[in-house]
């Protein structure tokens, strides 16, 4: 098993930036795949960012290229999203996720979630 909670999220204008974190216990966490994902009300859950074990590969959905980045401390069992640039189109709850094998895009691919952080991007 392993247990995510994010933190970082919360209300920032338009044009400004917000560091998500997601802190893993549990199993070993450099064993493991971590993704971003988010879900506004009514919305299904889609994938925002994603990196490997290693931290040398990186995967990102389009609308948010060039303005997120994901990392990972393995030493401190945590994945950071860095947001810039916010939009109000970025107003979701996100989640972190985790997988013990390669990229995925796919939300039922994760057997582990955290609870999410609200980031809402005001106008």
């Known amino acids: 098993q392993v247990q995510l909670v994010e933190s970082g999220g919360g209300l920032v204008q338009a044009g400004g930036s917000l560091r998500l974190s997601c802190a893993a216990s549990?199993?070993?966490?450099?064993?493991?795949?971590m993704g971003w994902f988010r879900q506004a009300p009514g919305k299904e859950r889609e994938f925002v960012a994603g990196?490997?074990?290693?931290?040398?590969?990186?995967y990102y959905a389009d609308s948010v290229k060039g303005r997120f980045t994901i990392s990972r401390d393995n030493a401190k069992n945590t994945v950071y999203l860095q947001m810039n640039s916010l939009k109000p189109e970025d107003t979701h709850l996100y989640y972190c996720?985790?997988?013990?094998?390669?990229?995925?895009?796919?939300?039922?691919?994760?057997?582990?979630w955290g609870q999410g952080t609200q980031v809402t991007v005001s106008s």
């Open positions: 990196i490997s074990w290693s931290g040398i590969r990186t």
């Open positions: 996720a985790a997988r013990s094998v390669t990229h995925s895009y796919t939300p039922k691919d994760y057997p582990y």
């Open positions: 549990g199993r070993t966490f450099s064993n493991y795949f």
